[in-house]
């Protein structure tokens, strides 16, 4: 039989554990009932400059930033996040790749970030690699689908349903650009994706967002 | 020793142990008194493409102060949208690391730059946050970083939760 | 660089500085007021300059893991002394002792132990473990009849557990530096832990040939007295409960901090042995606790205003137009932290990691190997981590002192043998490079060698006899097993 002391350290353990679970601030989200619908990029125009490339979107994206990408002459994706300012983005020279992502056909690889802290472990200059793709017609552009800085959606994804027939899936299109796919079986329609998606390409099938 | 020298070091010394006192009330004033728990080990900065510091958010809920400042060594911003936010926000540029209200005084920047975020306030980081929860997956005690985050967006400055 | 940052940094250095010289008497203002003192003044010159003051800033320059994990370690602490653990693994030593692997297996095992499960901070293994290596210790004097070995002992425990926070992974300072400069996770750890072992046995070598001072009379009838006593009842259960969970953590690694972790063994051991909270409070010791928070008060005032700014920038100034050049002023960044020991590498340690990453690739780029800046990396944060050792200031040097009634400090030669191990760590990732998977064949041969060595180290000292199989034997286990753990 336990002696008064040690119930009464529980009970005070237990006080402690109390306060401690209500006075916690917890965030609560809503996620809708609904199927998600994957948005395309916002189409491009492209102008070069001395030493600098205008790039002139038709339409914003949810939280003003977005990836500028090409691929590299050992054909992987080259990536970096730019602030979009009045529907617009300037790549200079001296603008390093924050990312490699290693791409096989439609298949995406090993992902590996640039940048120790505040300095660069490996520099890609993004401004001589978009002039060398297109100059040698490689793939290049902007996406809107902030990977792999956010796996957002197929993580929603994964916390609800089994790994092996995912709905949303990250694919590589024909454009060079890494977007989510979404297969229609087996969606239980829990919304996370909707919800959790940061850059507004994924979006209710019923209430898209305007650009 | 001197009973005045006695006085001044008993009163610092609880000094001490009133000041780790008070890290935990304001913790649990901030609403994240889990926060107490984070080992500081950097796992969640070395995963941050943006270059936050996850870290520092943390720290902001354990003072309960959304106004510290963190690191945020990779986030690309325009000179003017940075000063309007906080001129007091370090960037970096040519290999220095100055404030942005310096930075334009200076004429090192224009308004039209895009510079490149060294430090900022928690607040602000928190902002420009894509919530995409690596540093969570990387936590080895399992912080729920993101409700720290989410509580921070959009805060008013000096304002408690 | 700002006038209100280096203002900040000279008081900053002449509060420590003059601590460690004497100047300011310790008898009279200890470490933690100095420091508190140099934090106030450092605040109130930066308000006179027009600074803006912001007291939440200084406070996230404390870290609060080290602190609780040190309070959780010596709360444990105290309920394995009270349960009679100390006493049961002293037996246990005592049995060791009688096998064939004898003395040497039973000090190179319990010297690296810290190292081995290594803990956010070494003070949580110096606590429990100092009472059995004084039994050891004093066995052994009595055995040789060399006075010496009390503290040939210590001083070899006390170093592994004051750098054992280097290669910790919960929490450890080589964690903080493989998140700030994007490592792999856990890669530093091995090297680390190997160039420890090679400190371990510095530390030992060098108090037996450099330190003159013996043990008195005295503590050796103490030690007796104390080794007289009848074991408790519940020691040897608590102490087997004790070492479950520490290596149950380490190898599981769960999400849950090691300090809840600690926390609970503690209220086991409590409703086992039957104590009260007053039994617990006999394992803390408040000294190096309010050393660690004044230090880091002090480094968060200071951080700040830039003083640290300040400090990259004088050495990058340095490194520019002085012959030392960068290769020079990385050396002496490497080791500042053994040059100003405080009574938490952290204090330091953590501030300067950036200036460490800068100093690292423009000699990188320099010699042409971004190896370099890996090197330097590793190397900074074992000596930051060890720094504590030696500290005069709190540091958990001074606890075997003070335990061993010493009257000169064990420091030099302490921070000797950091100066000899931090390049070992330096050449291991030199060779192998840093990677998160270590059961690699070269990693394989470092373990063997330091196993090794530290054994025949270890065998020379104890028991005269290089080749006897229990340093080797206990050397080549404890390596090996840094390598898995």
């Keep these: 039989m336990m002696s008064n002391k040690y119930i009464n350290y529980f009970f005070i353990i237990l006080l402690i554990t109390l306060i401690i679970h209500f006075g916690r601030k917890a965030y609560t989200e809503f996620f809708p009932g609904e199927y998600p619908m994957v948005v395309a990029t916002a189409k491009l125009e492209f102008t070069a400059g001395e030493n600098e490339l205008n790039l002139k979107l038709s339409g914003t994206t949810k939280n003003g930033n977005i990836i500028i990408y090409a691929y ?92 092996e027939r995912l709905p949303m899936i990250m694919s590589v299109m024909d454009n060079g650009e890494i977007m989510p796919v979404f297969r229609k079986g087996g969606c239980p329609r829990c919304g996370k994706c909707i919800v959790w998606c940061p850059s507004g390409v994924i979006q209710k099938e019923t209430q898209p967002w305007e650009r | 020793m001197k009973d005045i020298i006695k006085k001044i070091n008993a009163a610092l010394f609880a000094f001490i142990v009133f000041y780790l006192g008070f890290i935990g009330f304001r913790a649990f004033s901030s609403g994240y008194p889990f926060s107490l728990i984070c080992y500081n080990c950097k796992s969640c900065d070395s995963v941050c493409v943006i270059g936050i510091d996850p870290q520092g958010f943390m720290a902001a809920s354990i003072v309960d102060d ?68 690596a540093c969570e997956r990387v936590c080895p005690v399992k912080l729920p970083i993101l409700d720290v985050v989410k509580g921070l967006k959009n805060k008013e400055s000096g304002a408690g939760k | 660089m700002t006038l ?52 939440s800033q200084i406070i996230t320059g404390t870290f609060l893991h080290p602190i609780t994990a040190t309070i959780a370690g010596f709360i444990l602490a105290g309920a394995l002394k009270s349960a009679g653990a100390f006493e049961a693994a002293s037996g246990w030593i005592q049995k060791l002792q009688n096998s064939f692997l004898g003395v040497p297996f039973a000090v190179i095992v319990l010297i690296n132990i810290p190292t081995l ?84 046995s510095f530390a030992m070598i060098l108090s037996k040939y450099l330190y003159n001072e013996t043990v008195s009379e005295r503590m050796y009838d103490l030690q007796s007295i104390g080794e007289k006593q009848e074991p408790l009842e519940h020691g040897a259960f608590s102490l087997v409960l004790f070492i479950s969970v520490i290596v149950g953590t380490i190898i599981i690694k769960p999400a849950m901090p090691v ?112 190896r370099i800046q890996e090197v330097m990396i590793v190397c900074f944060i074992l000596s930051g981590a060890a720094s504590c050792g030696p500290s005069p200031l709190g ?41 998160a998977e270590t059961l690699s064949k070269g990693f394989l041969i470092e373990a063997v060698i330091t196993g090794l060595i530290s054994g025949l180290v270890t065998n020379f000292l104890t028991v005269k006899k290089i080749f006897h199989p229990g340093g080797l034997i206990g050397g080549l286990i404890v390596s090996l097993l840094m390598l898995v753990l």
């Design chain 1, 72 to 163: 590299g002459p050992d054909g992987n994706f080259y990536g970096m996040l730019k602030p979009v300012k009045d529907l617009s983005i300037k790549v200079r020279k001296g603008d390093n790749a924050d990312f490699m992502v290693q791409i096989y056909g439609r298949e995406i690889g090993k992902i590996s970030f640039m940048k120790k802290m505040d300095r660069y472990i490996r520099k890609v200059d993004m401004y001589d690699l978009i002039i060398e793709a297109r100059k040698h017609e490689w793939n290049y552009g902007v996406q809107n689908c902030l990977y792999p800085v956010c796996t957002r959606c197929t993580d929603g994804c994964k916390s609800v349903v089994s790994i």
């Design chain 2, 66 to 133: 959304p106004d510290i400042y963190v690191y945020v060594t990779n986030y690309r911003i325009y000179a003017g949208e940075a000063e309007k936010l906080d001129p007091d926000m370090i960037i970096q540029t040519h290999d220095r690391k100055l404030s942005i209200s310096k930075a334009l005084r200076d004429g090192t920047v224009t308004r039209d730059s895009e510079v490149i975020t060294y430090k900022m306030k928690a607040r602000h980081a928190a902002n420009i946050c894509i919530e995409c929860a």
């Design chain 3, 4 to 55: 209100s940052g280096l203002i900040a940094l000279i008081i900053f250095f002449a509060a420590i500085f003059a601590s460690l010289k004497g100047w300011i008497s310790q008898k009279l203002f200890p470490m933690q007021v100095a420091l508190l003192l140099a934090s106030a003044i450092i605040i109130i010159t930066g308000l006179a300059l027009g600074e803006k003051i912001n007291p």
């Design chain 3, 117 to 200: 499960l290594a803990m956010p901070c070494g003070r949580v293994w110096v606590s429990p473990l100092i009472p059995v290596a004084l039994t050891l210790g004093f066995e052994l004097a009595r055995k040789s009849e060399d006075k010496r070995m009390p503290v040939i002992i210590i001083s070899g425990l006390v170093i592994n557990a004051a750098a054992s926070c280097g290669p910790s992974l919960i929490g450890g300072i080589g964690l903080i530096g493989e998140g700030m400069g994007r490592y792999p996770s856990g890669s530093f750890s091995d090297h680390m832990q190997f160039a420890i072992m090679f400190m371990t």
């Design chain 3, 259 to 370: 300090q809840t972790i600690l926390i609970i063994t503690t209220f086991l051991i409590m409703i086992i042995a039957g104590l009260g909270f007053d039994d617990l409070v006999r394992g803390i010791i408040l000294h190096p606790l309010t050393a660690m928070i004044s230090g880091f008060i002090a480094a968060g005032t200071l951080s700040m205003f830039g003083g640290f700014d300040v400090l990259v920038y004088v050495l990058g100034y340095i490194s520019e137009h002085t012959p030392l050049g960068y290769v020079g002023v990385s050396i002496l960044l490497v080791y500042l932290p053994v040059f100003l020991p405080l009574p938490c590498g952290r204090i330091i340690a953590v501030s300067l990691i950036p200036g460490v990453l800068m100093f690292g690739e423009h000699v990188a780029q320099m010699a042409g190997s971004i």
């Design chain 3, 395 to 435: 540091g958990i040097g001074s606890i075997g002192e003070g335990r061993l009634r010493l009257k000169s400090s064990t420091g030099r030669f302490l921070s000797l043998s950091i100066f000899m191990a931090v390049p070992i760590a330096g050449f291991s990732v030199g060779v192998l490079g840093l990677s």
